[in-house]
């Protein structure tokens, strides 16, 4: 059905990337309270929300969470998720019945906001993993180390950043140490 909802859409890849990613997310991040909801919409997801033990303050910090992972790595991987975020809800919304207001989880007004306070968030951490790239491909090693080590200190871990990461010290310890290594920096080619 989803994929059906949004096949004719002009942003389709971005609209099924940010569900994916968003979902995908609330996984990696051990948001517990998702595990019996089958990552889906229903009618009765009030219901089900209303038998955890997990407050409306709880689930608003986990959806917003899970936008700001969802939003980075979706852009890290190609697509522009949360630029498409509200659309894609509203549609989903729409489509499947679900009230605006559900007792219990932020409601469709607050899932838009949320979706706006991580825009941004998203953005600069996406930017600073290809700020940290082009400056790696470029040789400004100690430069690209600080990029990619600002993202794992927000919390954001991927086998990218952390290979990105140790390739950026290795290229960057020869020259920081020449006699260490036993080169000279002269001899070293990037």
Same mark, same amino acid.
């Given at each position: 059905?989803?994929?059906?909802?949004?096949?004719?859409?002009?942003?389709?890849?971005?609209?099924? *990337?940010?569900?994916? *990613? &968003?979902? !995908?997310?609330?996984? +990696?991040?051990?948001?517990?309270?998702?595990?019996?909801?089958?990552?889906?919409?229903?009618?009765?997801?009030?219901? $089900?929300?209303?038998?955890?033990?997990?407050? #409306?303050?709880?689930?608003?910090?986990?959806? @917003?969470?899970?936008?700001?992972? =969802? =939003? $980075?790595?979706?852009? !890290?991987?190609?697509?522009?998720?949360?630029?498409?975020?509200?659309?894609?809800?509203?549609?989903?919304?729409?489509?499947?019945? /679900?009230?605006?207001?559900?007792?219990?989880?932020?409601?469709?007004?607050?899932?838009?906001?949320?979706?706006? @306070?991580?825009?941004?968030?998203?953005? %600069?951490?996406?930017?600073?993993?290809?700020?940290?790239?082009?400056?790696?491909?470029?040789?400004?090693?100690?430069?690209? #180390?600080?990029?990619?080590? /600002? /993202?794992?200190? %927000?919390? +954001?871990?991927?086998?990218?950043?952390?290979? %990105?990461?140790?390739? @950026?010290?290795?290229?960057?310890?020869?020259?920081?140490?020449?006699?260490?290594? =036993?080169?000279?920096?002269?001899?070293? &080619?990037?």
């Amino acid at each position: 059905k989803l994929l059906d909802l949004f096949c004719e859409e002009e942003h389709f890849e971005a609209s099924i *990337a940010y569900v994916l *990613a &968003h979902e !995908v997310a609330h996984f +990696f991040l051990e948001h517990n309270w998702m595990k019996n909801s089958g990552l889906g919409y229903s009618n009765e997801i009030g219901e $089900f929300l209303d038998e955890k033990a997990y407050d #409306k303050e709880q689930r608003k910090l986990a959806e @917003s969470q899970a936008d700001l992972f =969802g =939003g $980075f790595y979706g852009q !890290v991987a190609g697509y522009n998720t949360l630029a498409h975020a509200e659309k894609t809800l509203a549609k989903i919304y729409e489509k499947y019945g /679900i009230p605006k207001v559900i007792k219990g989880y932020p409601s469709l007004e607050e899932r838009y906001q949320i979706i706006q @306070s991580n825009k941004e968030k998203a953005e %600069n951490l996406r930017y600073l993993f290809d700020l940290g790239n082009v400056l790696l491909m470029s040789g400004h090693y100690a430069q690209a #180390k600080d990029c990619f080590e /600002i /993202i794992l200190k %927000n919390k +954001f871990t991927s086998r990218e950043i952390y290979n %990105n990461l140790g390739v @950026s010290y290795l290229s960057y310890a020869p020259r920081k140490f020449p006699t260490l290594f =036993g080169v000279h920096c002269n001899t070293i &080619h990037s």
